[in-house]
């Protein structure tokens, strides 16, 4: 992809003296990869580990154990796939969305599932499912009521309450035309894309819902892959694109035409406004959008914009304010592997995971391209301390996609963990290297900026080598443990059960905005507890087209009482509670402070005249 390149790094040389220092750094490794871009491999092998690079077990550290549940949670998930994956559409769709549907306090889930191309193309649907939590370690399939069975050839989703109504609606990206489902409140949804006029009509991957200009309406991204037709294949093999190792494989998304991707604009009357070119973010070249997160990078109050692309450079989009936005990627240190090089970028996380108050970003990658962390160093700085930080050699060879940063054994300390599985099911047929199914990968907070690896020593499941491709984080049966949520490609979804780790607190804080748009997503959450500040920030998509719990959960290591919480409403406001006990799920409504859930929850709608 050098074209992508070029036209990035002429962007950046033309900006400020910072903006140099990063490019001369790049200028050497473009320049070689200019040649080999040119009938490449679909994926180019990238530079090994730096030879001090290590992965570090953990040890004298109680680590949880994570239980494969599935099974006793009668969730018969499984998402249908090709045998061989010959088109890249094939390869890419499993989201998990959690959404409490019903706001009862209990995270259900939606699995968002496709077709293959041939079954698409005799007319077949693929069911994806929406599954309610019984409260009791088991889940009711209720998709059929709630009318959310065959939204499309459908990838990912995010939950956003687009009406302020109380009831977390749903988004769910397709190829060829997203879906936004409002929440009627009684287990029902009904299909608004056509009023809401976002339903876009590209190969759409991510959605995230975020309120960029704050007037209390959550606004959308939302990202696209490759320019893709059911009616106009790429076919199998027939390129140096569409070959790997030496093998034939599926095409893309290097030498196919990408797609831009698009912002729209709630107006606050059940419709939107696409603002994409004006706003800055429509990505004119086209880069392969995967994973969106909104978060607020610089503690500004406003939400900037984090895109993972596919095999080109990574786009941080700063908020100016104003409905527009910039995209600094390069300059900000977050578009590319240390060397320069472009990554497969497919997830992302987000996390105060150094207590400096301000968010870093994950972003995983393909197999043999280590996972970024990009430490935020503030002013819109950012240090790849991938490798010194122990994040990148445990899952290197992996093909890397749904991530979460989530406190795992309650310490305080967020954690970190990715799930793996390969695009091409041919890798199978190579001598060594990467396999098809990939085991999943745990990597636990030394409090220091580095993680240990923790992934034997937290169950047999998250070892067991599978094709998962996304991943969402909730405390699902509300124990006080945060539960991890799996979907594959190819097999069953997972339900991961979080045993946690005996005399370790935690709190949770469930918001409410009334000025602020009624989820309160874009909150950050400021904690004084046990001697540390802890930040977190409600977010909407993420992971690898996923969506996690609403709910903001700290681990609080063996403190029982929580000095202080300030909340910072996305309308600005600032509230701050004090004296809080541990172990209690808070519900908090803008300016009242805490109240009981029932009154941050919709009343019922009422019901339908005769
Ligand atoms: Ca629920
Ligand atoms: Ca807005
Ligand atoms: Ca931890």
């Not at 997160?293 to 989009?317: E, Q």
Request: a negative charge; hydrophobic letters at 35%.
């Amino acid at each position: 992809m050098g074209w992508a390149f070029t036209e990035k790094f002429t962007r950046a040389a033309s900006g400020a003296a910072q903006v140099i220092r990063v490019s001369r750094r790049i200028i050497l490794p473009y320049l070689l990869s200019v040649p080999l871009a040119i009938g490449q491999e679909a994926h180019p092998q990238p530079p090994p580990p730096p030879p001090n690079a290590r992965t570090v077990k953990c040890s004298n550290r109680s680590i949880p154990q994570f239980t494969d549940i599935t099974e006793q949670s009668c969730i018969k998930f499984i998402h249908v796939s090709a045998s061989d994956n010959r088109y890249v559409v094939e390869s890419m769709s499993g989201g998990v969305v959690l959404i409490d549907y019903d706001r009862d306090g209990y995270p259900d889930i939606y699995f968002t599932n496709a077709p293959t191309v041939d079954m698409a193309i005799k007319g077949q649907t693929a069911r994806s499912a929406l599954y309610h939590n019984n409260h009791d370690g088991t889940f009711t399939d209720v998709t059929d009521k709630a009318g959310l069975a065959t939204p499309g050839f459908a990838m990912g989703g995010a939950v956003g309450d687009y009406n302020n109504d109380g009831w977390p609606d749903l988004y769910i990206t397709c190829l060829g035309g997203n879906k936004l489902f409002r929440n009627n409140g009684d287990g029902t949804f009904t299909d608004v894309t056509t009023q809401a006029g976002v339903g876009d009509g590209r190969w759409s991957t991510g959605a995230a819902f975020g309120d960029y200009d704050g007037d209390g309406y959550l606004d959308l991204m939302v990202t696209n892959y490759v320019d893709f037709h059911l009616d106009d294949l790429p076919a199998f093999g027939s390129a140096p694109n569409c070959k790997y190792r030496g093998i034939d494989v599926q095409c893309g998304p290097r030498g196919l035409k990408g797609a831009g991707d698009a912002l729209y604009h709630n107006n606050g009357d059940g419709t939107f406004t696409d603002i994409s070119k004006s706003s800055g973010v429509d990505d004119p070249n086209g880069y392969y959008g995967m994973s969106v997160i909104f978060s607020d990078l610089n503690n500004t109050g406003r939400p900037d914009i984090y895109v993972a692309n596919d095999s080109t450079p990574k786009f941080l989009y700063k908020n100016l304010g104003h409905g527009k936005f910039q995209e600094i990627g390069l300059e900000s240190g977050t578009a590319m592997s240390e060397d320069g090089s472009e990554q497969a970028s497919m997830g992302l996380a987000v996390g105060d995971y150094l207590h400096n108050g301000r968010p870093s970003l994950v972003a995983t990658n393909f197999s043999d391209e280590y996972s970024n962390l990009y430490r935020n160093d503030g002013n819109w700085s950012f240090t790849d301390v991938s490798y010194k930080s122990g994040v990148a050699l445990p899952s290197l060879s992996y093909v890397k996609w749904g991530t979460a940063f989530f406190d795992a054994d309650n310490d305080g300390w967020l954690d970190l963990i990715v799930v793996g599985g390969h695009v091409y099911p041919q890798v199978d047929k190579l001598p060594s290297g990467a396999r098809y199914k990939e085991p999943k990968v745990l990597e636990m907070n030394q409090k220091d900026g580095t993680f240990c690896d923790a992934s034997e020593q937290a169950g047999p499941a998250l070892r067991i080598p599978r094709v998962s491709r996304g991943l969402a984080v909730a405390d699902l049966f509300n124990d006080g443990n945060v539960d991890v949520v799996v979907e594959d490609l190819a097999g069953e979804a997972m339900i991961l059960r979080n045993n946690g780790v005996a005399g370790h607190h935690w709190v949770s804080f469930e918001l409410e905005g009334t000025k602020s748009n009624r989820l309160a997503i874009g909150a950050r959450l400021k904690m004084v507890a046990g001697g540390v500040i802890q930040t977190e920030e409600i977010h909407s998509g993420g992971s690898y087209l996923s969506q996690s719990d609403l709910r903001v959960h700290f681990g609080l290591n063996t403190t029982t009482k929580i000095d202080s919480i300030e909340i910072r409403w996305p309308s600005g406001k600032i509230e701050t509670l004090k004296n809080l006990d541990a172990d209690k799920f808070y519900s908090v409504l803008e300016g009242q402070g805490i109240v009981p859930a029932e009154k941050i929850r919709p009343a019922a709608p009422a019901k339908p005249a005769h």
